[in-house]
C-alpha cells in the first residue's frame, strides 16, 4: 500500500508566478489536511479536505492560497503570485476519515519544498 | 485554541546515554497528544499518541511518554539513544472529537554524539 504521495518534492518559482502542489492520499483516505513550515518553525494547519468539501480553512491565508480536493485526482494546494515569505516546506496528510470522538491517525507525505526567487 | 510548547529548541547528548524531551500543552477541552520525528528533508513519523488509558505510552524505536494531566505535560524519553536517533521530535495535539487537525510545537533537534 502506497504511502502518501506529494510531487513535486521541490518547486522553485520567481516572485509573482503560481505554484501548485499535489498531494495524492493513501489508498482508502477520504480526508486531506495540509500544513505548512516555515524555516526553523513547526508545522502550522492549513486546511483540512473531505473528498470536493473544504471542512476547515481556519489556517489558510485569507488571500493567494487556495485549496482543492476533487471527486477524482489529488488535493491540489494552490499559491498565486508567489513572494518570498511563502518559502517553506508544504506537507500533506490523510487519514480514513473522522468518525465521532474516534481518533483517525493522519500519515504524513515527504512534503514539497518550495523556494521563491 | 490548543497550544504546544517544547521547552528545548536543542537537546544535544552522547549515544547510550538517557534523553527526556519535554513538551507542554494548553487547552480548555481534553486532547490527543503524539509525537512525531522528522529526519532531514523528509516527512513526519508517528512516534507515538496517547488516546486514552494508561498515561505511560511505549512507541517505535524504544521510545515512550508520559501523559500527565496535572501538569500538562507529554515528555519523551529514551533511556539509550543512538547516533541514528539524530532528528527533529515535534509534540501534537489535537482537540478529541473534532476534526482532528494538529497543533504542533516548534520541534526539539536531538544531536546523537559519539
Known amino acids: 500500500n502506497a504511502g502518501v504521495m506529494q510531487n513535486p518534492r521541490h518547486l522553485v518559482r520567481r516572485r509573482g508566478q503560481e505554484a501548485r502542489l499535489r498531494c495524492s492520499p493513501m489508498k482508502g483516505h477520504s480526508h486531506v489536511y495540509w500544513y505548512r513550515q516555515l524555516p526553523e518553525e513547526g508545522l502550522k494547519f492549513m486546511v483540512y479536505l473531505q473528498k470536493e468539501n473544504i471542512i476547515d480553512e481556519s489556517g489558510m491565508p485569507k488571500e493567494r492560497f487556495s485549496a482543492e480536493f476533487p471527486k477524482e485526482g489529488p488535493s491540489i494546494l494552490r499559491i498565486q503570485q508567489v513572494v518570498r515569505g511563502d518559502s517553506a516546506a508544504y506537507f500533506c496528510?490523510?487519514?480514513?476519515?473522522?468518525?465521532?470522538?474516534?481518533?483517525?491517525?493522519?500519515?504524513f507525505g515527504p512534503g514539497t519544498r518550495l523556494t521563491v526567487l | 485554541a490548543q497550544s504546544v510548547t517544547q521547552l528545548d529548541s536543542q537537546v544535544p547528548v552522547f549515544e547510550e546515554a538517557p534523553v527526556e524531551l519535554r513538551c507542554n500543552y494548553s487547552?480548555?477541552?481534553?486532547?490527543?497528544l503524539f509525537w512525531y520525528v522528522q529526519y532531514p528533508n523528509q516527512g513526519l513519523q508517528l512516534l507515538l499518541k496517547y488516546l486514552s488509558g494508561s498515561t505511560l505510552v511505549k512507541g517505535i524505536n524504544g521510545f515512550e511518554a508520559e501523559f500527565n494531566k496535572s501538569q500538562t505535560s507529554f515528555h519523551l524519553r529514551k533511556p539509550s539513544v543512538h547516533i541514528s536517533d539524530t532528528a527533529e521530535y515535534f509534540c501534537?495535539?489535537?482537540?478529541?472529537?473534532?476534526?482532528?487537525?494538529?497543533?504542533f510545537g516548534a520541534g526539539t533537534i536531538l544531536r546523537v554524539k559519539s
Open positions: 496528510a490523510s487519514s480514513p476519515g473522522t468518525s465521532g470522538g474516534a481518533y483517525n491517525e493522519q500519515f
Open positions: 487547552s480548555s477541552v481534553s486532547v490527543y
Open positions: 501534537a495535539v489535537t482537540q478529541v472529537g473534532y476534526g482532528n487537525k494538529l497543533v
